[in-house]
């Protein structure tokens, strides 16, 4: 099984970089192209929100970012060591709405919101949160034969 | 990819043109803009988002408060938007009742309702 | 300090990984396009040799490459848990015209060719052995006042 | 990117012509191509690596593989290539001693040094 482990400091800017890495390899493992737009989205709003709450109450701890892929699929993981995390809200749109006006000023937005667009986005999406972590675990199937492009184009 | 933010005024509308990526490495530049041109005084808002090539939940956030803050001052917020991928997070996010979303900037520009 | 650490089972592929990562830090870190370059071809230099190195002699074990940047510069390390490295070859060419033909045919290169490309390639590298071990640093200075680049152009 | 890979024949010489990125995840892709050209008894290569975005050292070993395999039947591999960058790793190793380095493929089916 191909691994990939992303250990990331709490910084926005990783999470492009936590992006970056599962698209890689989404893309490697031949996830199709609108599967990993799909991915992409997903990624980053599991890794906003992990980083958000480490910048907030953990600082010094990394964010985890795992990719592993097998025949059966894409497995990955986004793990935080915040507070746990909340029911997914109903009505996103009407939390962020009564929010205070200066909510989200440093920078990171709601976890919450974050974890409803996982939520509604990504048909195998599982939430596994014990007191002060909380483990987000996506799968996508691959196509059956997906695998790495190669181009060869032999003209004797 | 960056983000990119122009403004330009239409009438008394205030069109702010974005591009690239709005995520929570950029939405902080993207919402100062917004509390730069309340601040100013502009209170009706059209955000074109027909450049923008991947949104999250942070962006979300920081459209909503910009939408808080033109609302305290009676303004207005309109989205152009027509890029399925992106309207899909409105969706989901059940944000499509709370702001207008136009084809066009000129259906935006000239919206009273 | 901005701090990204890669884990990656040794596969081929994950070395395309560490070089998105690395260039990725790189260009958020302001490095110009040039020195980018040297980078992507170091990164994979060093990442492609330790991969090698645990595929042959430590498959469980990942590669391990981390990336931090301050105001100095950049630093990226990559470690391997391998026979420690070398020598430098001081004629590389010679080295690789006198293998054995069936050398590298497991898909991997010589890991003394990388580190001579590596040490050919970058001003500022480091290799440190242990029995079983190396890790390969390598700095980058940063242009003054370099960072993440957003654009903003407001016309009134 | 990818690897890409297209033979032609000019005259008693194999045109190899290669693109994008030989690394060690593609690397194995161009040792099979030119095993499979020597075994089918082709010892005169020509490869125009002009379209070639990076190459490592895995890629300068397939090189050095090849040119072993020509030469145990009196042929010969002969490179095309005038980007600097890739130029700059056969330096380091020492390789340009080792291949000719030719211009343009025209000039490299031309030679006969
Ligand atoms: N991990 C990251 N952190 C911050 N910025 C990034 C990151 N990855 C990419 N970027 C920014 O986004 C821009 C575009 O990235 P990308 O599409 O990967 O490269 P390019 O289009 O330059 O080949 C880069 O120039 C860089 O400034
Ligand atoms: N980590 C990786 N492992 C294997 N293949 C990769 C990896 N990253 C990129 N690739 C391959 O290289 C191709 C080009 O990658 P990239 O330049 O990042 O994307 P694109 O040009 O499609 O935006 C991808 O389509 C993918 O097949």
């Not at chain 1, 099984?1 to 492009?16: D, F, K, Y």
């Not at chain 2, 949104?55 to 909503?64: C, E, H, K, M, P």
Request: hydrophobic share 45%; proline share 6%; charged share 25%.
């Amino acid at each position: 099984m191909a691994l990939v482990e992303l250990l990331l400091s709490p910084l926005p800017s990783h999470v492009r970089t936590a992006r970056l890495v599962a698209v890689a390899a989404a893309r490697r493992a031949g996830l199709d192209d609108e599967r990993v737009d799909e991915l992409r989205l997903a990624v980053g709003e599991a890794c906003s929100r992990a980083v958000g709450l480490h910048a907030r109450h953990a600082p010094d701890v990394p964010v985890r970012l795992t990719v592993a892929d097998d025949v059966s699929g894409l497995t990955l993981t986004v793990s935080d060591a915040g507070p746990a995390a909340g029911p997914v809200p109903d009505d996103p749109a009407e939390g962020m709405l009564a929010d205070e006006p200066h909510h989200g000023l440093d920078g990171h937005g709601d976890p919450d919101v974050a974890l409803a667009v996982l939520n509604g986005l990504v048909d195998d999406v599982t939430v596994k949160t014990e007191p002060g972590a909380t483990v987000v675990t996506m799968r996508w199937p691959l196509p059956a034969g997906a695998g790495p492009r190669t181009t060869i184009v032999a003209q004797r | 990819m960056d983000l990119s933010l122009s403004t330009r005024t239409e009438g008394d509308r205030t069109v702010v043109v974005v591009g690239g990526e709005i995520d929570v490495y950029t939405a902080p530049k993207l919402r100062e803009q917004l509390i730069d041109l309340v601040s100013s005084g502009q209170y009706h808002l059209v955000v074109d988002m027909e450049g923008v090539e991947f949104l999250d939940s942070t962006g979300l956030g920081v459209l909503v408060g910009g939408l808080k803050r033109v609302r305290a001052h009676e303004g207005s917020l309109r989205l152009v938007c027509t890029q399925e991928r992106i309207l899909k997070i409105f969706r989901i996010t059940g944000l499509t009742k709370v702001f207008p979303i136009h084809t066009s900037v000129e259906e935006a520009v000239a919206a009273t309702d």
